[in-house]
């Protein structure tokens, strides 16, 4: 099972902010926590990872509070090639397996 | 484009047929991964290949076999499928998998095979 939580839809519009924001409830203290992007028939592509407090890379930040329990991907004037779907993972479950949540679709209107 | 090359990117096969998935990395990477992946729903982990040896086989019907001949390259042997077993099948690698801890290096993945039975 999924041990994240994220909306499953998201809208916006050419040049704004978004933000996507997932329950870590369950984390374990040593959890990183990674975040995907897969457009359609492609594989999904490494974003952003972070473990507390903020990363930000070219593409990307990642705010995670101090009690890590949720995590927040900021996507910058987003365009219409951002629209896809974004999974937020974090470590492995008791069986050492990476588990993709649900997922969130992100549509950008022009 | 990707560093992790899948082949072929389209195949159609009967119940009958046997074929294989190709994936290959250069990158170094240590880990490989198969992944299912249905529509709109998220990627599946078949099989975890770490330094060449299987780690972890997620239940995976045994119509569905796995082989890492070496660092670089990770087939899927596939027999005997079901026409539910049509899917993408997404390899992917990274540059470690350690089971004793959380840290987990980044997924690479390719594009995936798109299998249709018929």
């Known amino acids: 099972l999924a041990k994240t939580t994220q909306p499953i839809s998201m809208d916006s519009y050419e040049g704004q902010e978004v933000n996507i924001t997932c329950s870590h409830n369950?984390?374990?203290?040593?959890?990183?926590i990674t975040w995907y992007q897969q457009f359609p028939s492609q594989g999904p592509r490494f974003i952003i990872q972070?473990?507390?407090t903020k990363v930000t890379n070219e593409v990307a930040s990642l705010f995670i509070p101090a009690d890590r329990k949720s995590s927040t991907l900021s996507l910058p004037r987003v365009s219409l090639s951002d629209t896809a779907v974004y999974y937020c993972?974090?470590?492995?479950?008791?069986?050492?397996?990476?588990?993709f949540g649900s997922g969130t679709r992100l549509l950008v209107r022009p | 484009d990707t560093e992790v090359t899948q082949t072929p990117k389209h195949l159609v096969m009967g119940m009958t047929n046997k074929k294989s998935l190709k994936c290959e990395q250069h990158?170094?990477?240590?880990?490989m991964y198969w992944y299912k992946q249905k529509a709109k729903k998220p990627p599946e982990l078949m099989f975890v290949?770490?330094?060449?040896?299987?780690?972890i086989n997620e239940s995976v019907p045994s119509r569905f076999s796995p082989e890492c001949p070496n660092s670089s390259l990770l087939n899927l042997h596939l027999h005997a499928l079901q026409p539910e077993d049509s899917a993408l099948y997404l390899c992917?690698?990274?540059?470690?998998?350690?089971?004793?801890?959380?840290?987990?290096?980044?997924?690479?993945f390719g594009n995936g095979t798109r299998l249709t039975v018929t």
């Open positions: 992917a690698s990274s540059q470690d998998f350690y089971q004793e801890s959380s840290y987990n290096s980044p997924l690479h």
């Open positions: 993972l974090e470590g492995m479950d008791s069986s050492y397996k990476l588990i």
């Open positions: 990158m170094g990477h240590r880990a």
């Open positions: 369950n984390i374990a203290t040593n959890d990183y």
């Open positions: 290949y770490s330094y060449e040896k299987l780690s």
């Open positions: 972070g473990y507390k």
